[in-house]
């Protein structure tokens, strides 16, 4: 009970700012000095990201189709290696190569502005067609289902609503000022469009025809001690990446050949545009290369066909069911036979992942926002075991001797890992030593890990006596060798 009452008074006092127990330099690390440690590495960190994400939104113009040509390099290097592979040399398999890409985006682009062209014609001949039908039929529906009486013509319009519309004057010019900018704005654009256009297929020329070498300047930088760890990592990387594109590409290609038969149908049958139905299917399915892009673009101008040369609701259903019945097919049928589980994301983080992207990079940022979220996964279990080593997750900080010791020790001399990334115990310093009491060893005393444990070895050899197989030492007629019994009796190193 006393006990009791002194230990309480020693604590009390604790908490009253008396003298506490004497922390030493570790355990004053353990409480205090991992914090701001902890803070500036986070603090760098977002410097570095920030300064990075700037950069690249500073000089978008420049970073994007150099970005664009590095990623049509590495989709086409595959199919470049193979018809190098069958004797065509490099140059005339990435001309070859580039020539059809090029020539199949023209003849699309082609065969699609036609039908684009026809379909604003069509939107501009129906839209008095759609005022009358919107002031004969619409209007009354929604008189009677919200008990408001709307006006029936211009001048009755004007007269109700005139008073606001003269407010509403400065903010509607201020509007106009702001769409002529973005006019003048967008017209940049295009022509930064068209120099992307030329710029693009001759930067993917030159990253094509230096591709293995600059993949093999990269390799270079990996330390030798960690060549292997890196390949593997490079390598699920690439497979999963690599594997989502291409396989996308192959998915996009059918799924506008099945959008185009569909829409085609269900255009012919029901007396609309069966060449505009063909055209929005090939335009939904390439689309598709961005998940779920495709599917709402295609289904929106679908739709709006459908409503601009209304023929019933027959034609409705009809492209609800094409766009219904593909969708159900691409997500569980073809898309998982062509690129399979590589990336392994959800539906729901895929949209998040995609909007994310197109938040901070644009459309770059939407291509490029699975690729590099899939390369993080593979990346997330060793990120996860790293994890499980801070002190933040074990609650044993390293203290700073330690840190010295683990440095040196980290690797051995033939570039392995040594025993501390095992989990095996770290030596205290003979710092640590002495501040506990502990009599500081001599040089001669102190051997490193690897000699102790060769030591440990020699004696457990010596210390170990033969099997005896069939006499004694003189029937035998040997030598003596280690480990027998000596004149005395005793075996060696024992006294």
Not at 55 to 77: C, E, N, Q, R
């Amino acid at each position: 009970m006393m006990n009791d009452g002194c230990e309480l008074s020693e604590f009390m006092t604790n908490r009253k700012g008396g003298a506490g127990p004497h922390l030493d330099a570790g355990e004053q690390w353990e409480r205090f000095g991992r914090y701001p440690y902890l803070l500036a590495k986070l603090l760098v960190f977002g410097l570095v990201l920030g300064g990075v994400f700037w950069t690249l939104g500073k000089f978008a113009a420049v970073v994007f189709p150099i970005f664009v040509s590095l990623l049509f390099a590495y989709l086409l290097d595959p199919t470049i290696d193979r018809l190098e592979s069958r004797g065509l040399g490099r140059t005339p398999a990435i001309l070859l190569v580039l020539l059809a890409a090029m020539l199949s985006v023209t003849i699309f682009a082609i065969f699609l502005y036609p039908t684009l062209a026809n379909q604003a014609r069509l939107i501009i001949e129906s839209f008095p067609a759609l005022l009358e039908t919107l002031q004969n039929d619409a209007l009354p529906r929604i008189e009677r289902a919200f008990g408001v009486e709307m006006p029936s013509t211009a001048a009755a319009a004007m007269e109700r609503y005139g008073g606001q519309i003269r407010e509403a004057l400065p903010t509607i010019g201020q509007h106009v000022g702001s769409a002529l900018t973005n006019a003048v704005t967008r017209t940049g654009a295009v022509v930064a469009s068209l120099v992307n256009a030329v710029m693009i297929p001759l930067f993917t020329f030159y990253f094509l025809r230096d591709f293995d070498l600059g993949r093999r300047s990269l390799v270079r930088f990996i330390p030798p001690h960690r060549y292997e760890i890196f390949i593997e990592r490079l390598q699920k990387m690439d497979q999963a990446v690599g594997q989502w594109f291409r396989g996308q590409i192959q998915v996009a290609l059918i799924l506008a050949g099945m959008y185009a038969l569909g829409l085609g149908v269900v255009y012919g049958v029901f007396g609309l545009d069966v060449q505009s139905g063909v055209v929005i299917g090939l335009l939904a399915g390439f689309l598709n290369v961005i998940p779920y892009f495709g599917f709402a673009v295609g289904s929106l101008l679908a739709v709006l066909v459908v409503l601009i040369q209304w023929s019933g609701w027959g034609a409705l259903l009809g492209v609800g069911l094409v766009f219904g019945v593909t969708q159900m097919l691409e997500g569980y049928v073809i898309t998982p036979r062509i690129v399979g589980d590589k990336v392994g994301l959800k539906p729901v983080t895929v949209i998040i992942v995609l909007l994310l992207g197109g938040n901070i990079g644009g459309l770059l940022g939407i291509l490029l926002a699975i690729p590099v979220t899939g390369a993080l996964k593979v990346l997330l279990p060793d990120i996860i075991a790293w994890y499980e080593t801070t002190s933040f997750y074990t609650g044993k900080a390293t203290r700073p001797a330690q840190m010295q010791v683990r440095a040196h020790i980290l690797t051995d001399d033939k570039g392995e890992d040594a025993g501390i990334e095992r989990g095996e115990n770290v030596p205290d310093s003979p710092d640590r030593r002495t501040m506990e009491g502990a009599k500081e060893p001599s040089e001669s005393q102190v051997d490193t890990p690897r000699e102790a444990s060769e030591e440990g070895e020699q004696d457990t050899t010596s210390a170990t006596p033969p099997v005896d197989e069939g006499g004694s030492d003189d029937e035998s007629g040997d030598d003596d060798v280690p480990g027998e019994k000596g004149d005395d009796g005793k075996l060696p190193g024992h006294d």
